[in-house]
């Protein structure tokens, strides 16, 4: 695992040297992650002198106190070139953490301190403090730009920032990707550079300023196989090998990450692009685990999400920032009588309420683009969607009530964080 990493990693360095000359400086990479587990992986590279962020800042016991304390070095940097982040929702955490208490993190910088706060301890607060010094002109600069608004804030106070690296672009962390760069990011390009499924990493992407990733399946990094989607009507069906794909075709993939662990479906479908150098270039389509189904009907969490992005934009002024379904035998008596039915809460940016006929909405686009929806609403097997709006940050605060730093699923099936995003509501 450490020699595909490092595989992995160069490769990464070399297609990002290759789109940007001048990205790979002298501590002119910052990073915006949670690794509780891993403090000395802070970054993408093994070179910790790319990096200005100190990797103890990742392994805060708080998510949120790691967010803002590695804000605040990167925030130190005037001349960053690469910013960093695990998840774009971290990225949109820390940007969060900025609009909110930008004054604060101005005074820190300005005095050279950091402040007390939950979840970052007094021996761990001490040892970061000594790093920092004091700097009125930068926190004469936030304070500068963060008066002027916060639309393409990244750029405005990392002049010299070349390219936002993210760490997956797929499923619900696909919201923050576009909402990134419509804001906070314009014009800058995302670049997710690894392709991982189930903590294995099988792909590299070499096309940086290219803004749909594409991923090189790289040879003896894991045993993949591959079954043709749609299943062909056979009993027995023939898996393919990285030799045997036909591009433009979908297959559900098979892994064996490493000698001695299980053969199993990885709940991943991919489509063959093209092909590098006679290795396949694939393109994620989507998963096969995250779906919604309480009668059978089986409604991707990909395709869940276009719907609710094309009722969305029905709303006048509605942004959607995050949103969760939620099955309703999971929510027991507090989903009310009735027929089985799924429950979604949304948070939105631009509008505060929704009327009972935008309410609905959402419901008949759902019965517009899946007919077996439909079918089983008309037969009142599935009961009418419910949808709640939540308050700002409710989805920041139930990725720190997780506790894993992984993407968080936008099918809810944990009975545990149920009353977080319940507690949000409010209407």
Known sequence: PRRLSAQGALLYLHALHGAFPQALTLRGAAVLCWAPAAPRCAGFSPLPTLYCTPPEAAALPSRSAALRVQL?????????????????????????ALRDGWA???????????SPRPGLPEEVRVRLRALLVPDGARAA???????RGFEGIVR???PQLQVVVVGTVRGGERLYCDALRRAACEGLPLYCPWYRVAGALLGVNL???????????????AFCEFLPCPAEEQEEQRTALLGELWEGREYALILTARPGEYRCRAGEVLRVAGFHKQCPVVEPVRRESQA????????????????????????????????????????????????????VFVELRGLRDLSEGQRHKLDHCLQEDFPIYKSFRFKGSIGPLRLHLVGAGA???????VGCPVPMPRVLREERLLPVIQGAVIS
């Open 72 to 96: 605040l070095f990167a925030l130190r940097a005037r001349a960053l070139r690469v910013l960093e982040a695990r998840l774009p929702s971290e990225l949109h955490d820390a940007l969060a």
């Open 104 to 114: 604060e993190l101005a005074r820190e910088l300005e005095l050279g301190t950091l």
């Open 141 to 147: 600069e936030l304070r500068a730009e963060c008066e």
């Open 156 to 158: 405005r106070l990392w």
């Open 207 to 221: 096309w940086p300023n290219e803004p749909t990733p594409r991923f090189v399946l790289c040879p003896e990094w």
């Open 292 to 343: 919604l189904s309480v009668r059978g009907e089986s409604i991707p969490e990909e395709q869940f999400c276009r719907s609710l992005c094309r009722t969305v934009a029905m709303w006048p002024g509605a942004r959607l920032v995050d949103y969760i379904c939620v099955e309703s035998t999971l929510l027991g008596a507090s989903s009310g009588a009735g027929a089985p039915h799924y429950e």
């Open 395 to 401: 989805f920041a605060r139930l990725r720190d009530a």
